[in-house]
């Protein structure tokens, strides 16, 4: 598979798409809403039924977005005076006081209220079309018999009548403005858009065309993750490219104006524009039958998003044992080469098994993808997450609250046995504000989404109260590796070694290692610290890990949800926050320092490179399918690593068996440590340079400065 640069990629696109990237990527695509007025008497009516007539009013009363290049039209966005879309939330008014007040604020240092992803079932609505959903809405209405279920089924019914008289609006739209056109294949792109909003989203796809078209128009109400796009709609590109009425050229085309659609939606003043963490879906991955999905349509997806001088959306290879190993080393190459790094790596195999053992049904659970920064989701679900916890709260616990336990301990393993009741009731306390945080979130009914989500309209039920079937529960467990080389600290030097005893380490995390500077340094230097693939912390991972396993085993949140857990910080430094609010930690960590997020290491502590990091972090994600959540492994790297094709052939080989042994994910920045520092001192200078954080890339002189100096000094995994 040849690469073309990005000048040849840039030259290859139409003029029409070349031109709309261009308006994209000014700011000048993004569509305002039109203010909307309401009869003050809606006050009269039940909470449902204002929300529905509001909210039919507001979408039919919003203006489409056409100009003379378009081929794709139908998205719209909510400015809060409605209850609108699940991902933004606005309009929802209990969502808005909790991000008041607790939004990167943390509930007594331990808990933080956040996002929650998820991914319409596009497959469903292109099959099926809006006109299907309404007949299951129909047959759902037969089998309730509560008023207020009948009362939300009927107002589920309105906004999917809103929705068809949308498409309807924006096919008007489309047919008036082809009479001011005069370039004849602009108005022919007209004609055919007009035409096809009269049969989707309302009936089903009868073409590749209409099938991309129905996702544009759909995302407006669920505007987040497209799913796994090249499995959903490839059967009306096989069939259209078969019979002669579809050609490539035209297919990237549709494909690259609905991705400069998920671009053009976010305004470009918002930090978001320039990030990766927007519209995350996947490609490839196992199929029902246990086959490889990668197909031609997925390299014409991939192929088409790289085209685009934007940075949304992210995409994921779904690496599979069976995926050709031309098809990897293309997309690591691709990798390479993306100067806006939009693509990541994650891994079908402890995936898959992570959430059939939750008991999802093969057949679902291999149709998942990646949404957010790295979450994963099945189609039509949500991903219940939307809480970042500090797990190292129980080393802390551990110390300050068992001290005379603890001392009393005669080996590790008693040692553990306390540290793990400390653990279980840390995690006690994170449920129960994990639990009270989604209580309020369901006091809010959003209708506008919740018809593309499984189970929602059999069970009429909203999907902020637990209507959706394919949702999972997960906590962003932030800490972890603080907790394993806390642990690992506590068994080398305290009972393996004997170097220090344990009132020895009480003492000096007491003082926040004041006083006990040799120690500290003596920890520092010799710990067997995580990453290093030696047998104490992978022990000490694999045993901390199988206690977080057994804890969440039989949990259910209180919506009936079953719980993952995963590591990763997304947009906002949780691990900064919850470090201020924790005190020292056996690991040598100063009180108020970071905490770790992730999986990898920082601060020189992967002595033995990267060979050894990744075989410790794949060991911990198949041993242990509890990590399946938003978890995340950061790989940085020199530049000179990969500017050697002969070095960067190694490195291809190494990922390759990082996935063969488990790893679950893996993301890469390529940056020289002295271009870090320099860009700190001249921003200007540095503007371009991208770097991966945590599940999402940004423009390093875009972060802040914390962040920034947290870049720098994780080490460069280099040999």
Same mark, same amino acid.
């Given at each position: 598979?040849?690469?073309?640069?990005?000048?040849?990629?840039?030259?290859?696109?139409?003029?029409?798409?070349?031109?709309?990237?261009?308006?994209?990527?000014?700011?000048?695509?993004?569509?305002?809403?039109?203010?909307?007025?309401?009869?003050?008497?809606?006050?009269?009516?039940?909470?449902?039924?204002?929300?529905?007539?509001?909210?039919?009013?507001?979408?039919?009363?919003?203006?489409?977005?056409?100009?003379?290049?378009?081929?794709?039209? @139908?998205?719209?966005?909510?400015? @809060?005076?409605?209850?609108?879309?699940?991902?933004?939330?606005?309009?929802?008014?209990?969502?808005?006081?909790?991000?008041?007040?607790?939004?990167?604020?943390?509930?007594?240092?331990?808990?933080?209220?956040?996002?929650?992803?998820?991914?319409?079932?596009?497959?469903?609505?292109?099959?099926?079309?809006?006109?299907?959903?309404?007949?299951?809405?129909?047959?759902?209405?037969? $089998?309730?018999?509560?008023?207020?279920?009948?009362?939300?089924?009927?107002?589920?019914?309105?906004?999917?009548?809103?929705?068809?008289?949308?498409?309807?609006?924006?096919?008007?739209?489309?047919?008036?403005?082809?009479?001011?056109?005069?370039?004849?294949?602009?108005?022919?792109?007209?004609?055919?858009?007009?035409?096809?909003?009269?049969?989707?989203?309302?009936?089903?796809?009868?073409?590749?065309?209409?099938?991309?078209?129905?996702?544009?128009?759909?995302?407006?109400?669920?505007?987040?993750?497209?799913?796994?796009?090249?499995?959903?709609?490839?059967?009306?590109?096989?069939?259209?490219?078969?019979?002669?009425?579809?050609?490539?050229?035209?297919?990237?085309?549709?494909?690259?104006?609905?991705?400069?659609?998920?671009?053009?939606?976010?305004?470009?003043?918002?930090?978001?524009?320039?990030?990766?963490?927007?519209?995350?879906?996947?490609?490839?991955?196992? $199929?029902?039958?246990?086959?490889?999905?990668?197909?031609?349509?997925?390299?014409?997806?991939?192929?088409?998003?790289?085209?685009?001088?934007?940075?949304?959306?992210?995409?994921?290879?779904?690496?599979?044992?069976?995926?050709?190993?031309?098809?990897?080393?293309?997309?690591?190459?691709?990798?390479?080469?993306?100067?806006?790094?939009?693509?990541?790596?994650?891994?079908?195999?402890?995936?898959?098994?992570?959430?059939?053992?939750?008991?999802?049904?093969?057949?679902?659970?291999?149709?998942?993808?990646?949404?957010?920064?790295?979450?994963?989701?099945?189609?039509?679900?949500?991903?219940?997450?939307?809480?970042?916890?500090?797990?190292?709260?129980?080393?802390?616990?551990?110390?300050?609250?068992?001290?005379?336990?603890?001392?009393?301990?005669?080996?590790?393993?008693?040692?553990?046995?306390?540290?793990?009741?400390?653990?279980?009731?840390?995690?006690?306390?994170?449920?129960?504000?994990?639990?009270?945080?989604?209580?309020?979130?369901?006091?809010?009914?959003?209708?506008?989404?919740?018809?593309?989500?499984?189970?929602?309209?059999?069970?009429?039920?909203?999907?902020?109260?637990?209507?959706?079937?394919?949702?999972?529960?997960?906590?962003?467990?932030?800490?972890?590796?603080?907790?394993?080389?806390?642990?690992?600290?506590?068994?080398?030097?305290?009972?393996?070694?004997?170097?220090?005893?344990?009132?020895?380490?009480?003492?000096?995390?007491?003082?926040?290692?004041?006083?006990?500077?040799?120690?500290?340094?003596?920890?520092?230097?010799?710990?067997?610290?995580?990453?290093?693939?030696?047998?104490?912390?992978?022990?000490?991972?694999?045993?901390?890990?199988?206690?977080?396993?057994?804890?969440?085993?039989?949990?259910?949140?209180?919506?009936?949800?079953?719980?993952?857990? @995963?590591?990763?910080?997304?947009?906002?430094?949780?691990?900064?926050?919850?470090?201020?609010?924790?005190?020292?930690?056996?690991?040598?960590?100063?009180?108020?320092?970071?905490?770790?997020?992730?999986?990898?290491?920082?601060?020189?502590?992967?002595?033995?490179?990267?060979?050894?990091?990744?075989?410790?972090?794949?060991? $911990?994600?198949?041993?242990?399918?509890?990590?399946?959540?938003?978890?995340?492994?950061?790989?940085?790297?020199?530049?000179?690593?990969?500017?050697?094709?002969?070095?960067?052939?190694?490195?291809?080989?190494?990922?390759?068996?990082?996935?063969?042994?488990? @790893?679950?994910?893996?993301?890469?920045?390529?940056?020289?440590?002295?271009?870090?520092?320099?860009?700190?001192?001249?921003?200007?200078?540095?503007?371009?340079?991208?770097?991966?954080?945590?599940?999402?890339?940004?423009?390093?002189?875009?972060?802040?400065?914390?962040?920034?100096?947290?870049?720098?000094?994780?080490?460069?995994?280099?040999?």
């Amino acid at each position: 598979m040849l690469l073309k640069s990005r000048k040849e990629r840039y030259t290859d696109m139409k003029e029409r798409i070349r031109i709309l990237a261009e308006k994209t990527v000014k700011g000048e695509m993004f569509i305002q809403p039109t203010p909307t007025q309401y009869d003050r008497e809606d006050l009269f009516l039940s909470p449902v039924a204002m929300s529905a007539k509001r909210a039919y009013e507001y979408i039919l009363n919003q203006t489409p977005f056409v100009n003379e290049y378009t081929a794709l039209t @139908g998205y719209l966005r909510f400015d @809060g005076s409605v209850e609108g879309d699940i991902f933004g939330r606005s309009g929802h008014a209990n969502f808005g006081e909790m991000m008041k007040y607790f939004y990167n604020q943390p509930v007594d240092g331990l808990c933080t209220f956040e996002w929650q992803h998820s991914v319409a079932d596009y497959e469903k609505v292109i099959k099926k079309g809006i006109k299907g959903l309404k007949s299951e809405i129909a047959e759902s209405r037969k $089998l309730h018999s509560e008023s207020a279920d009948i009362e939300f089924l009927d107002a589920l019914s309105l906004i999917a009548d809103a929705i068809i008289g949308w498409a309807g609006k924006c096919s008007d739209a489309a047919h008036e403005k082809s009479k001011t056109v005069d370039e004849p294949e602009y108005k022919e792109n007209l004609l055919k858009l007009s035409a096809a909003l009269k049969n989707v989203p309302e009936n089903p796809a009868q073409s590749f065309y209409e099938a991309v078209l129905c996702v544009f128009v759909i995302y407006a109400f669920v505007p987040d993750s497209i799913g796994c796009i090249d499995r959903y709609i490839y059967p009306f590109y096989k069939n259209d490219i078969e019979k002669g009425v579809l050609t490539k050229e035209d297919a990237k085309a549709y494909l690259q104006e609905l991705f400069l659609m998920l671009q053009a939606r976010i305004h470009p003043s918002s930090d978001r524009f320039y990030r990766g963490g927007e519209s995350h879906f996947c490609i490839g991955g196992y $199929l029902e039958n246990g086959e490889d999905g990668f197909n031609e349509l997925s390299r014409l997806v991939l192929d088409s998003m790289l085209e685009l001088p934007t940075w949304i959306p992210q995409i994921s290879l779904r690496w599979t044992q069976k995926t050709p190993d031309e098809v990897f080393r293309y997309l690591m190459e691709c990798e390479r080469r993306d100067p806006n790094k939009r693509i990541a790596f994650v891994n079908d195999e402890p995936r898959i098994k992570a959430l059939v053992d939750i008991g999802f049904p093969y057949e679902v659970a291999c149709k998942y993808t990646m949404v957010g920064c790295n979450e994963p989701q099945l189609p039509g679900g949500i991903f219940m997450g939307g809480c970042a916890v500090n797990i190292v709260k129980a080393v802390e616990s551990t110390f300050k609250n068992r001290e005379k336990d603890i001392l009393a301990a005669q080996s590790f393993d008693e040692f553990y046995g306390i540290f793990e009741e400390e653990l279980f009731s840390t995690c006690d306390k994170m449920v129960g504000i994990y639990n009270r945080f989604q209580s309020v979130r369901s006091r809010d009914i959003n209708l506008v989404s919740t018809m593309f989500f499984e189970g929602s309209i059999s069970r009429a039920k909203s999907i902020t109260q637990g209507g959706a079937i394919n949702a999972v529960a997960d906590l962003s467990v932030i800490g972890i590796t603080t907790v394993i080389d806390s642990l690992v600290c506590v068994k080398q030097f305290v009972f393996d070694e004997k170097v220090y005893s344990m009132q020895e380490m009480c003492e000096a995390l007491k003082a926040d290692w004041q006083g006990y500077e040799e120690m500290r340094a003596v920890i520092l230097k010799k710990a067997k610290f995580f990453g290093n693939n030696d047998d104490v912390p992978n022990e000490c991972a694999a045993r901390f890990a199988k206690s977080l396993g057994a804890y969440f085993a039989d949990k259910t949140t209180d919506l009936g949800y079953k719980y993952v857990l @995963g590591n990763l910080i997304g947009y906002n430094q949780h691990n900064k926050w919850f470090g201020d609010a924790t005190g020292a930690t056996p690991d040598g960590r100063g009180c108020g320092d970071i905490v770790s997020f992730g999986l990898g290491q920082s601060e020189g502590k992967d002595r033995e490179g990267l060979t050894s990091l990744l075989s410790a972090v794949a060991k $911990l994600n198949v041993e242990n399918p509890i990590l399946c959540g938003d978890s995340v492994t950061n790989i940085l790297l020199d530049e000179q690593m990969v500017q050697n094709d002969s070095n960067f052939e190694k490195l291809v080989g190494l990922l390759k068996t990082y996935f063969e042994m488990g @790893g679950m994910h893996f993301q890469l920045s390529y940056v020289s440590k002295e271009d870090l520092r320099n860009a700190k001192i001249d921003p200007q200078k540095y503007k371009s340079l991208r770097v991966r954080v945590s599940g999402f890339s940004d423009y390093f002189v875009f972060l802040n400065g914390d962040l920034q100096d947290e870049i720098i000094t994780r080490t460069e995994k280099n040999r």
